[in-house]
């Protein structure tokens, strides 16, 4: 994101560790698609904490969730039951088909979960294999061995020396993935839809292939969800597009429409932890596994997943109509998770100039805009989102 040098500057923001380039904004307060900063200029919000606030900004289940479980049980430590812990667990399981939950706090953290679960399950039942075979170009977080499961090139010779283990195939190329399979392979792991790559959809075969491989090889299959998951793409999970299930999922931006929850989810026959191999401290908390409760109840309610599919396949279809207009290259991904591919790397001036004019975008890759509004984003807001941009679009002259 460039700055525009026109706003007046902040006051000292010297102690904010600077990680990102933040525009000079502060954000006060949020309802629905809209936020506001403190000098009271709206925004049109198409970004949701990065597909993160699944029902908008506080939105009253999440108000009430955590006002109500905050005046009753913030906390207990982890090594106790507390209600809603179980109760989304419950759901969790419910939902997906599989067996049990481990909570966590970050994606990154479900995902380092998940590893670990594979390596030991790899150790107990695999002749001590340990490999995971992922993507090129894949997303898995932050910490060190995600960073390794990941497969940014940009992150090449960052923080070395890297976890090892992690060898890499092609999204969509079921070749390349038996390729690098061995003895000490343990699982596969991927996203559904690429999401920081650029929304780039693993087919419907190349899944259902990968079921089919893994079993066949008797490996895990650890669906990383942590973007796809909770209606995201108009399913509870992007899996259940098609007749797959994994061995182990991992969850978080949506689970908690906004407060910090992630999930690692499993099939029993892989759930070999012993005690004391996992764990932390603010894990299963009540105070945001109530809200994750909220969430997963709404997004179940009957006809909501129908209202995601309906508000997806409506943005969609005015995105091919802007991409025609202003020669981009289409559209790609599902539901409420869309990327317009520009065809030219005018993406991060198209964000500056949308942010001048309150609207919130986000480029992924520089020819790339991804969209990940709040599941509930109204037909309105969509076209008034596609307005600004096409006013936008229109300005660049060669474009
Ligand atoms: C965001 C994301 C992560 C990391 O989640 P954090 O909560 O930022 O640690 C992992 N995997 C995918 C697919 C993601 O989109």
Redesign the pocket.
């Known amino acids: 994101m460039t700055y525009d040098p026109l706003i007046p500057p902040l006051g000292d923001v010297g102690a904010v560790m600077p990680i990102t380039p933040r525009p000079p904004i502060v954000f006060i307060e949020g309802h629905g698609s809209w936020l506001r900063d403190r000098d009271g200029k709206d925004y049109l919000d198409f970004i949701q904490g990065?597909?993160v606030n699944t029902l908008g900004h506080c939105p009253p289940a999440v108000v009430a969730a955590v006002t109500e479980q905050a005046a009753k049980l913030i906390n207990c430590a982890p090594s106790f039951f507390n209600e809603p812990m179980i109760r989304l667990a419950t759901l969790i399981a419910g939902a997906s088909g599989l067996d049990q939950v481990f909570f966590a706090?970050?994606?990154?953290?479900?995902?380092e979960g998940a590893i670990k679960l594979a390596r030991k399950w790899g150790q107990k039942y695999r002749d001590g294999a340990y490999e995971i075979i992922t993507l090129d170009h894949?997303?898995?977080?932050?910490?060190l061995a995600?960073m390794s499961a990941?497969g940014k090139s940009q992150w090449d010779g960052l923080f070395e020396p890297r976890v090892c283990g992690f060898p890499k195939a092609e999204i969509n190329d079921i070749a390349s993935v038996e390729r690098v399979i061995t003895g000490k392979t343990a699982a596969v792991m991927l996203?559904p839809i690429?999401?920081?790559a650029g929304v780039i959809v693993a087919e419907s075969d190349f899944l259902k292939d990968l079921r089919a491989l893994t079993r066949q090889r008797g490996i895990l299959l650890i669906l990383?969800?942590?973007?796809?998951g909770i209606g995201r793409t108009g399913k509870m999970f992007a899996f259940q597009h098609e007749d797959i299930r994994p061995d182990i999922m991992?969850l978080?931006?949506g689970l908690g429409g906004g407060v910090?929850i992630?999930a690692l989810v499993a099939e029993q026959s892989v759930c070999c932890f012993d005690y004391g191999d996992q764990g932390g401290t603010f894990n299963g908390n009540p105070l945001v596994t109530a809200v994750g409760c909220a969430i997963m109840e709404e997004v179940a309610r009957p006809g909501f997943l129908e209202g995601v599919a309906k508000s997806g396949a409506y943005l969609e279809k005015r995105l091919i109509a802007l991409s025609e207009k202003h020669h981009g290259l289409g559209v790609r991904g599902k539901g409420l998770l869309l990327a317009l591919d520009l065809g030219r790397d005018l993406g991060n001036e198209v964000v500056a100039e949308a942010l001048r004019r309150g609207l919130l975008l986000n480029a992924p890759r520089p020819h790339l805009l991804r969209f990940m509004p709040a599941l509930t984003v109204t037909g309105e807001e969509i076209d008034r989102m596609i307005g600004i941009l096409d006013g936008i679009l229109e300005a660049f002259p060669s474009y």
């Open positions: 990065w597909a706090n970050s994606g990154a953290e479900a995902n894949g997303f898995h977080g932050r910490t995600t990941s996203e690429q999401g920081e990383d969800e942590v973007q796809t991992t978080a931006k910090p992630a």
